[in-house]
């Protein structure tokens, strides 16, 4: 009897069946995050949590794209890359625009809520990175999904510390530089996606 120890077909269902299934997991938890950081956001009037909460609405989208392509080919992954990387580099944009615009009308946020809430959020990312781990190396498109995932991480953190600096400071500054800080990091992380997608787009031309 044929089995996935023998069977190279069987092996590739396999992971596409698993690879699907964290999808959907992650999926779910950036869009309930989503909801939960942007009312956070814009009842604090912090930058990083709006910023974050845009971040898992993006991450949310990618994940559901994700699953589309899953069992497709080399191309079709190659392009919800590419699509990926479009959508961190204007999440990029969004948030270079709004910390203009805090500079411009200053506002001091409210730590305790930017605080906890970041700590769910790092939670809720951490959970995402765990099911993500094993996943990074299959294809490019997981391995996209898991750098967005690592990015989140990262983003996180900064807004602790940017709770901790509003406490400290009384001031809305350590929120804005955490949002343009933020902004760099997804135009970052949108060119190596990007670069990636279209070396990858090239190849299956050839």
Request: hydrophobic share 55%.
């Amino acid at each position: 009897m044929a089995n996935c120890c023998n069977d190279k077909a069987c092996e590739i269902e396999a992971l596409r069946g698993r690879q699907s299934s964290t999808l959907k997991w992650v999926l779910g938890i950036n869009a309930v995050m989503f909801a939960v950081e942007l009312t956070a956001g814009l009842m604090s009037g912090s930058l990083s949590l709006l910023a974050d909460s845009l971040d898992m609405l993006g991450d949310a989208l990618v994940y559901g794209f994700s699953i589309y392509v899953v069992a497709r080919g080399a191309r079709m992954k190659a392009r919800a890359a590419l699509f990926k990387g479009i959508i961190m580099a204007l999440f990029g944009l969004f948030v270079l625009g709004q910390a203009i615009y805090k500079m411009l009308f200053p506002h001091v946020p409210v730590y305790e809520v930017i605080g906890v809430i970041g700590l769910l959020a790092l939670a809720a990312n951490s959970i995402c990175f765990v099911l993500l781990w094993r996943h990074r190396s299959d294809d490019i498109n997981m391995s996209s999904v898991w750098l967005c995932s690592r990015n989140d991480l990262i983003a996180n953190v900064s807004v602790l510390l940017a709770a901790a600096g509003v406490w400290l400071t009384h001031s809305g500054w350590p929120d804005i530089l955490v949002g343009l800080a933020l902004a760099a990091l997804f135009a970052r992380s949108a060119w190596f996606v990007l670069r990636g997608a279209i070396r990858e787009l090239r190849t299956t031309d050839a």
